[in-house]
């Protein structure tokens, strides 16, 4: 039976003995769509700022010269709400880089384990080099991130061994500048679910016809 497989998933999540009937109380988002998305978009924002939260470590997937999706973890640097947009980092030289350039269509998946949040979100990337996101975001980076962009070979290439793979370009701080660059992402779908014992709610946010569409959908 479907509705035993889906609380049978849950159930494994839920604290031990936490059943529906002794659910705790429901969030003031529970079946509010709008602020469903208002969450959404704080927990967002909040993985950027906080380095502890979940959020903070998403996973983005591309689409590689295969056709097929090649997925990871990267560090959320950046969520804006009113733009529908997200910020992480990357080297102008990883594989990840160069799939955007073909085709710029990109999937960030977050999880929360504590609040039982997922969010799947769908959007466009656009790479920026030298602009004002790029010099911005360069500013803020600490000596030890920008210590990854100084390594002399792309990142993904074969090395013979582990530590000439590490060879920098230079010592210099901005030695690293030139592989540096801001990834960001326009959101252009996102799917919400949360998972209570009371009941799973997921929700689809949609703004591909220019506008917000915004769907309840079965967990
Ligand atoms: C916790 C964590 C955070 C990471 N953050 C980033 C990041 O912000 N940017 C990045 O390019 N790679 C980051 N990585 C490494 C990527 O997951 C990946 O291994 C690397 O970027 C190569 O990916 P690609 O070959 O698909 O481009 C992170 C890995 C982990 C485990």
Redesign the pocket.
Known sequence: MPGKEAQGWVASLLPDGQHAAMAEPTPPWYDDLPASLAEAWALLVRGAADRKHPFH?PAVA?IGADGGP?V????LRGASPPARRLR????AR????TELRARPRIAVHAYDPGGKIQLRLAGTATLHTNDDVANAAWKATKPLSRACYRVATA??SHASDPVAALAEIGDGDEAGRAAFIAVTVTVVRMEWLYLAAAGHRRALFDWSSGSLRANWLVP
């Open positions: 470590t591309t090649h990871r973890t990267v560090v992480f980092h990357t080297d990883s594989a990840k880089a990142p993904g």
